[in-house]
């Protein structure tokens, strides 16, 4: 496996590469990689010949400074369950490399409307964040394919937007979500759950199944937020949003929705939770759940 931390070295092996008409996978991580990254690594390995893994903590997309300095730092450890799963290649550049003009000064590239709404409204700029650094990468590595999760749906919504406007030549494959054994939703922030944390995080699966129940059952919207809302406190979860939305559109839904989302962002603690639940709905009757 490459561990590439140079710029020029990284362009001269897709260069190779690209003459010799390998197809490339990019999987793009701010590392702690678990076994949801690992899964999108299998399921790109099953399209292309060369699989690369960028491990970069974008600053650009953290809310606050202490987040930032606070997230999860393990290296070694990850090169170590990259080597083990027959990555390709790992680019792990400096922030100097992607931002040499420093953030304040950098070109950036936004969606607009869709990164203004649900996670949007929380967490300004969060995507413009994202979008910006994915951009990069993709300039960088020109992947014939990129994987992204389905945990963080309106990125995989807005970056697939990103890439229809720009005339990217590339395809999004997106991932289902990888959970553990008692249905909590992996993700690297969960090594900040205290062991109580951890035992009552699970119960946010269950919300939403339950969420799901409920609107197979006709019950209306505002109804089912509301108890999975009054719920989560009383299990000790601090609810940031709870929507139920058209999985298009990302907006509330109409009488022309066929497929919706349930997306849920709870505090538990110092640690913010998200997860969700897509939901076919083209044989239930949408009217009795918008009354």
């Known amino acids: 496996m490459l ?32 076994n949801g990254h690992l899964k999108m690594i299998d399921k790109g390995r099953k399209y292309v010949d060369i699989v690369i893994v960028s491990i970069f903590i974008n600053q650009f997309q953290f809310d606050s400074v202490d987040d930032f300095i606070n997230y999860p730092r393990t290296l070694q450890d990850d090169c170590n369950k990259l ?14 490399d992607m931002y040499p003009n420093k953030l304040n000064n950098e070109t950036f590239v936004e969606v607009p409307g869709i990164s203004s709404l649900l996670e949007g409204t929380k967490r300004p700029g969060h995507f413009r964040g994202v979008t910006t650094i994915i951009n990069k990468l993709f300039n960088l590595i020109q992947p014939d394919i990129a994987c992204f999760g389905e945990k963080d749906f309106q990125q995989l919504t807005i970056i697939r937007k990103m890439v229809a406007d720009m ?47 409920q609107l197979i059952d006709g019950v209306n919207i505002k109804k089912i937020i509301k108890k999975a ?46 997860d969700n639940k897509i939901i076919d709905i083209s044989n239930c009757n949408i009217q009795s759940h918008l009354i």
């Open 167 to 213: 005339f990217f030549n590339i395809e999004i494959i997106s991932v289902p979500i990888v959970r553990a054994k008692d249905g909590l939703a992996l993700s690297s922030r969960n090594k900040y759950l205290d062991v109580n944390e951890r035992k009552i995080a699970p119960r946010l699966n269950y919300v939403i199944q339950d969420m799901a129940k």
């Open 229 to 274: 809302e009054i719920f989560l406190y009383q299990e000790g979860f601090f609810p940031d949003s709870i929507d139920i939305c058209d999985i298009q559109t990302l907006q509330p839904i109409t009488n022309k929705s066929k497929e919706i989302i349930i997306l849920i962002t709870a505090w538990l603690g110092r640690t913010r939770l998200i």
């Open 83 to 96: 080597n083990n799963q027959n990555v390709d290649l790992v680019f792990i550049p400096t922030e100097m």
């Open 3 to 34: 561990i590439i931390k140079k710029l020029f070295i990284l362009r001269h092996h897709i260069l190779f590469w690209k003459k010799q008409g390998k197809r490339i996978a990019l999987i793009p991580t701010m590392g702690n990689i678990h």
